[in-house]
């Protein structure tokens, strides 16, 4: 992104409204909703580059922080204390990973996926360790065993699919629109 002109600040745009609006398609379970947001992280990455898409995630997260109720659950500096706002940091490493090493697979969709996957398991060992830490702190402890299972495990098998999506959706769209 040699400058922020109006196509990059429209893309930008887009894709935090894309991140925000795919907060709230959500499935409930436990503590943590499954959404789509990682899925429309994953396509910013892949589309935008690096710069354009932590740009993107980094506008949603302040807009949450602020008080604007952008995240799943409202918004405020206090959702901070939030289980599910550590997966919200791993929308940092899901970003890095994806945008750094997507070059490396080319078109191949296979070493693609893998990329997008390793990518959206780093986030899930965020947003677990992050959950950890604040039941530790919260006085509501669990075992390593527990929280791993409960905030790590039961999200692979969706951010697995979600991967496959994005590697779809990015081979299909990027020679159409972004190339």
């Known amino acids: 992104m040699k400058t922020l002109n109006s196509k990059n600040i429209i893309l930008i745009g887009l894709f935090v409204a894309i991140i925000l609006v795919s907060g709230f398609i959500r499935l409930s379970v436990f503590a943590v909703p499954f959404t789509l947001q990682t899925l429309a992280v994953m396509l910013a990455a892949l589309l935008l580059g690096l710069k354009r898409a932590m740009l993107a995630v980094i506008i949603y997260i ?21 289980l599910s706002f550590g997966y919200i940091l791993g929308f940092f490493p899901i970003t890095l990973i994806t945008a750094v090493f ?3 697979a080319k078109k191949n969709f296979f ?4 990329i997008i996957s390793a990518a959206s398991l780093c986030g899930l060992l965020t947003g677990a360790v992050y959950a950890y830490f604040l039941l530790q702190y919260t006085s509501q402890a ?3 065993a527990m929280v791993f299972s409960a905030f790590f495990i039961t999200f692979i098998p969706a ?20 190339a």
């Open 62 to 82: 302040a807009m949450g922080l602020i008080g604007l109720p952008v995240f799943t659950k409202g918004g405020g500096i206090f959702y901070i204390f939030e």
């Open 102 to 104: 997507k070059g490396k």
């Open 111 to 114: 070493m693609l996926f893998v």
């Open 142 to 144: 669990g075992s390593i």
């Open 159 to 178: 951010e697995l699919l979600k991967s496959l999506a994005a590697t779809a959706l990015y081979l299909r769209m990027n020679s159409r629109y972004f």
